[in-house]
């Protein structure tokens, strides 16, 4: 019987090795007989890591064996990236131009070649004895071989993109009734003596139970429209700071499209506080407002009362919701008694259950399972995200086995994820096919309560090798498109909004601490009060300026994420950027959005293995140097936002390689290299915002035109 769904994020080297690619290298090199024992050897160790993934979480011991596995199988990944390499630069030599540069290319790949074999048969000889060792003890655990078989095709039930969707939630009416009570009360309590112009109605419960649901069943109601002149929502989380809370509530004042609100978010992002407080003035004056404070987690009462006093602008009557986990919060920020948020009856939680397992009436066909159905909602405690995750996970699944497996999953009993993380969630997690779970971890690299515009964990799954195409001609980007419609199909993603531009969601706290569970030390946020980054990290999320300190940096040689996730937060320090290529050689992703660096450093061609570079919004670079075109592997550039940036290197048609170049808003940038034509590997091209370029390089210009016709997605002008 297959258990689970899979390997995570640690054990997706596999998929690479047993490819037939890699073949001809090694028989190149005369290590072919290295390549099938690794294939024999990790096919063992992956059979039995599904049974090992579901014990580990009892054994310390076997959580450790597990992570020495998965640092090998790193290991194994790099290596079979540098044959890659050496078949690239083999290309190379073949397709050099005159018969001199051919001779000379031949004379140095050939010595490289000597000294790359036996740098490879030493690691690889290295790497067979440590496996050799973790075999010979992994006996010890009594681990069961698991034979994994095909994954078949996940079904998915219809995807909505509204913020709150009533026909998904069960059993909230009344709660609903009763806040919208509070609402169309015109002075519930006030704010104190002679002052009746604002009251906070706060909604207390535990994590998941549905307080963010509930307020926008409110929010959304069509009578809160009719009673307020003005809807604000601001989600305020960990930071409670008021400069920040103030952007928020400006955008919710401002925009009509998210489009709309990144534009103003741009905007307004430098004024300082009492230019703020004059835009949130206007916004306000004379308008009865309903504003909604969403997860608020500041016991800081002095805080709250300095940003209630800025909330005073606005007419009588005017109402402020808040959301949050803590009696104690919610009784130092509300006028009215705290509306504590019970967990659903147990009827609800079957009904809300059975809506997710199953298409409608076809649960009257499995009398059994709805059975088992009711023994597993009891344990979700009336916690509809638990009851949500856990019916989407078993979704079109009719195997009474898979049921059982749930229902008597000693993973209830443990106490360190009683709370924290809800046990429903982490079987959900367990049920997904591999393909997901070896993404999920990586929504830890972003901040709680973040709003993921769809392409940035798209790019970043696909830069790490986590998207594979089954036939090898799929687009990438669409499979990780449909990943993550399947995340939210299983209920691990919030508002889900498709502008028809841009597709942003966001993800549960709870969802949040599993993926940090799931990830461990190999992903980590780095913040200013960070103090140490553990040796086993691989993705590295920098979202706090004051955080760039060398020494807290780890000099582990494996890190191979570097992200700057947040706007406005970037590097700025050249030399720390050295640092960091001198040290971080298998690097695949380097994100340095937001940075304000004069320049990128020649010592950037020494990433051989890197995927992506993406220099979105740095606007101090005027020029790149001509050392990122020795990136053989590179497939990503992004040069979107270079205000600066006069021109590009000539040898960038030289990166044959290239997948996806996007030039956009690089106002300087006027021409680009010449035989353009020649990036043979390019598959999307864009080039937007560039009045020069999208002038010069118009699709009309049909002999232009047709040099590109190659390239699969060509996208020109003045668009989005």
């Known amino acids: 019987m297959r258990r689970g769904g899979g390997m995570n994020l640690k054990f997706r080297h596999f998929w690479k090795l047993v490819s037939n690619a890699y073949e001809e290298s090694f028989l190149a090199y005369g290590v072919y007989e290295d390549l099938q024992w690794f294939k024999d050897a990790l096919s063992f160790v992956r059979d039995v890591l599904l049974d090992a993934e579901q014990k580990k979480d009892q054994n310390h011991e076997l959580g450790e064996w597990l992570r020495q596995i998965q640092n090998i199988?790193?290991?194994?990944?790099?290596?079979?990236?540098?044959?890659?390499?050496?078949?690239?630069?083999?290309?190379?030599?073949?397709?050099?131009?005159?018969?001199?540069?051919?001779?000379?290319?031949?004379i140095s790949y050939s010595n490289n070649r000597f000294v790359f074999r036996v740098k490879m048969t030493?690691?690889?000889?290295?790497?067979?004895?440590?496996?050799?060792?973790?075999?010979?003890?992994?006996?010890?655990?009594?681990?069961?071989?698991?034979?994994?078989?095909?994954?078949?095709?996940?079904?998915?039930?219809?995807?909505?993109?509204?913020?709150?969707?009533?026909?998904?939630?069960?059993?909230?009416?009344?709660?609903?009734?009763?806040?919208?009570?509070?609402l169309m009360q015109p002075y519930p309590q006030g704010d104190g003596v002679g002052d009746k112009s604002l009251c906070v109605i706060p909604i207390v419960g535990i994590g998941g139970l549905g307080k963010t649901t509930l307020a926008k069943l409110v929010f959304n109601d069509e009578r809160v429209d009719q009673l307020f002149q003005l809807k604000m929502w601001v989600c305020v989380s960990y930071n409670f700071d008021i400069k920040q809370i103030l952007i928020k509530i400006i955008h919710s004042t401002s925009y009509s499209t998210p489009t709309t609100a990144f534009t103003l978010q741009e905007n307004i992002y430098n004024l300082d506080i009492e230019q703020l407080l004059s835009c949130l003035q206007y916004q306000l004056f004379g308008q009865k407002y309903l504003l909604v404070l969403d997860d608020v987690w500041n016991d800081d009462r002095a805080k709250w009362l300095q940003l209630k006093d800025l909330l005073k602008g606005g007419a009588i009557g005017s109402k402020i919701i808040v959301t949050t986990r803590s009696k104690s919060?919610?009784?130092?920020?509300?006028?009215?008694?705290?509306?504590?948020?019970?967990?659903?009856?147990?009827?609800?939680c079957l009904s809300l259950f059975v809506k997710w397992v199953f298409k409608e009436g076809e649960e009257e066909k499995y009398p059994n399972l709805v059975e088992i159905g009711k023994e597993i909602v009891k344990k979700c405690q009336g916690v509809p995200l638990a009851v949500r995750s856990l019916g989407s996970s078993l979704f079109l699944k009719f195997d009474v086995s898979e049921w059982e497996i749930i229902r008597d999953s000693e993973i209830w009993k443990l106490e360190h994820m009683r709370y924290d993380i809800l046990p429903a969630l982490k079987l959900s997690y367990d049920h997904m096919p591999s393909y997901l779970r070896r993404c999920f971890a990586y929504f830890s690299l972003y901040p709680k309560d973040h709003f993921f515009r769809v392409n940035n964990i798209t790019n970043l799954w696909v830069a790490l090798g986590l998207v594979e195409s089954k036939n090898g001609s799929e687009n990438l980007e669409n499979i990780a498109r449909e990943y993550i419609d399947e995340f939210h199909s299983r209920s691990f993603l919030l508002d889900l909004v498709d502008d028809g531009q841009f597709l942003r969601f966001k993800v549960h706290d709870l969802v949040h601490n599993l993926a940090l569970y799931i990830a461990?030390?190999?992903?980590?946020?780095?913040?200013?009060?960070?103090?140490?980054?553990?040796?086993?990290?691989?993705?590295?999320?920098?979202?706090?300026?004051?955080?760039?300190?060398?020494?807290?940096?780890?000099k582990s040689k494996q890190v191979r994420t570097i992200l700057f996730p947040i706007l406005g937060v970037g590097l700025d320090s050249a030399s720390l950027l050295d640092t960091w290529i001198s040290r971080y050689k298998c690097l695949r992703l380097l994100d340095l959005s937001d940075s304000s660096i004069d320049t990128i450093p020649d010592s950037i061609a020494k990433l051989e293995h890197l995927r992506t570079l993406d220099l979105f919004n740095n606007r101090k670079i005027k020029r790149l140097p001509d050392s990122i075109c020795a990136t053989e592997t590179l497939e990503t550039l992004v040069i979107e936002k270079l205000s600066n940036l006069k021109m590009l290197p000539e040898c960038l048609t030289t990166m044959t390689h290239l997948k996806k170049l996007r030039i956009r808003l690089c106002p300087q940038l006027l021409t680009l290299p010449n035989d353009i034509h020649r990036l043979t590997a390019l598959e999307d091209l864009h080039i937007h915002h560039c009045p020069e370029l999208c002038q010069k390089y118009q699709p009309e210009i049909g002999e232009y035109w047709s040099m590109i016709a190659h390239i699969k997605h060509v996208s020109i002008g003045m668009q989005k």
Do not use: W
């Not at 095709?153 to 969707?165: A, C, I, L």
């Not at 461990?520 to 980054?533: G, M, P, R, Y």
């Open 122 to 182: 030493r690691e690889i000889k290295e790497i067979r004895d440590r496996l050799n060792k973790l075999a010979a003890d992994g006996s010890c655990f009594g681990l069961a071989r698991v034979s994994v078989g095909p994954e078949s095709v996940v079904q998915r039930r219809e995807m909505t993109y509204s913020y709150v969707d009533v026909l998904d939630v069960i059993g909230r009416e009344n709660d609903k009734e009763e806040i919208m009570k509070l």
């Open 73 to 106: 199988c790193y290991e194994v990944e790099d290596i079979l990236d540098r044959f890659e390499l050496q078949d690239k630069r083999k290309q190379v030599v073949k397709s050099s131009g005159s018969t001199r540069l051919k001779v000379r290319r031949l």
């Open 329 to 348: 919060i919610a009784s130092m920020m509300g006028d009215v008694s705290s509306y504590v948020l019970n967990g659903l009856s147990q009827e609800d």
């Open 520 to 554: 461990k030390e190999e992903c980590v946020l780095v913040k200013s009060h960070t103090q140490n980054i553990p040796k086993q990290v691989r993705h590295m999320s920098i979202v706090e300026n004051d955080s760039l300190d060398h020494d807290l940096f780890s």
